[in-house]
């Protein structure tokens, strides 16, 4: 968010690269979705001032975007499920009739609200917290 969409994308897709080498490798295909949310902050940081609105906002985005790239490379890669707390909606979600796509992304996007508003919120706080010497005042000012 702070030096752009190029280098949110970068950094995010190195991220998910790096650590699926070291980790598992089949989580290497979800940099895409690192790379979307890069791109993504990034060009609202540059558009818009980051504030809590913009912070929250970007989330609720990201929340919806994040599920409908992530869900069909977790359904081809891990068959739908996460190996988390959510595996247990996507089964009911499959048991009571709904698609294997349905089913993941539902899941996804219930967890997903919680994790990207309040990562965007804690980046704006980190930010507004920050001296005033260390913000880019095109980003940051009047608008926190």
Do not use: H
Request: charged share 10%; hydrophobic share 50%.
């Amino acid at each position: 968010m702070y030096f752009g969409p190029g280098y949110g994308a970068a950094v995010g897709a190195l991220s998910n690269i790096i650590t699926g080498i070291i980790f598992n490798p089949k989580d290497i295909p979800f940099f895409i979705v690192s790379v979307a949310v890069g791109l993504i902050v990034g060009f609202i940081a540059k558009k818009f001032k980051f504030n809590l609105v913009t912070a929250i906002v970007t989330g609720l985005l990201l929340s919806v975007v994040c599920p409908l790239i992530g869900t069909p490379i977790g359904i081809w890669v891990y068959e739908g499920l996460t190996g988390t707390g959510t595996d247990f909606l996507f089964i009911w979600l499959q048991k009571v009739g709904n698609s294997i796509f349905i089913s993941s992304f539902i899941a996804k996007i219930t967890s997903n609200f919680l994790d990207k508003i309040g990562s965007c919120v804690l980046v704006w706080s980190l930010i507004k917290s920050m001296p005033r010497q260390f913000t880019k005042d095109k980003l940051f000012s009047e608008g926190l």
